[in-house]
Nanobody
Framework: QVQLVESGGGLVQAGGSLRLSCEAS????????MGWFRQAPGKEREFVAA????????RYADSVKGRFTISRDSAKTTVYLQMNSLKPEDTAVYYC?????????????????WGQGTQVTVSS
């Protein structure tokens, strides 16, 4: 059974940085794609970034390009989201997700497994 456990959230001032981690277990993830999503209060969950585990190909939402970086450590089966130059509008619960087809494009409905989320709060 696939388990995704996020960590690294917290409170940070605008302009600061955080690194989120998603530890994956229960399967061999070589052919998977991993994604980060976020949901702010009163808003729908939205895509942030995705990475293919095998090739390392990445995709980002326009709102985070140039500020966020997604990466993976195959040895640790952990995916990271480095978040720099944080803004108050980045405040949300951040979720890690996995999909078995390895595709980094498409909607969040294509993801098969989800973590429980970690809160990120950016103060102005």
């Amino acid at each position: 059974q696939v388990q995704l456990v996020e960590s690294g959230g917290g409170l940070v001032q605008a302009g600061g940085s955080l690194r989120l981690s998603c530890e994956a277990s229960g399967r061999t993830f070589r052919n998977y794609a991993m994604g980060w999503f976020r949901q702010a209060p009163g808003k729908e969950r939205e895509f942030v970034a995705a990475i293919s585990w095998s090739r390392g190909s990445t995709r980002y939402a326009d709102s985070v390009k140039g500020r966020f970086t997604i990466s993976r450590d195959s040895a640790k089966t952990t995916v990271y989201l480095q978040m720099n130059s944080l803004k108050p509008e980045d405040t949300a619960v951040y979720y890690c997700a996995a999909r078995t087809d390895g595709i980094i494009w498409g909607s969040q409905g294509s993801y098969d497994y989800w973590g429980q989320g970690t809160q990120v709060t950016v103060s102005s």
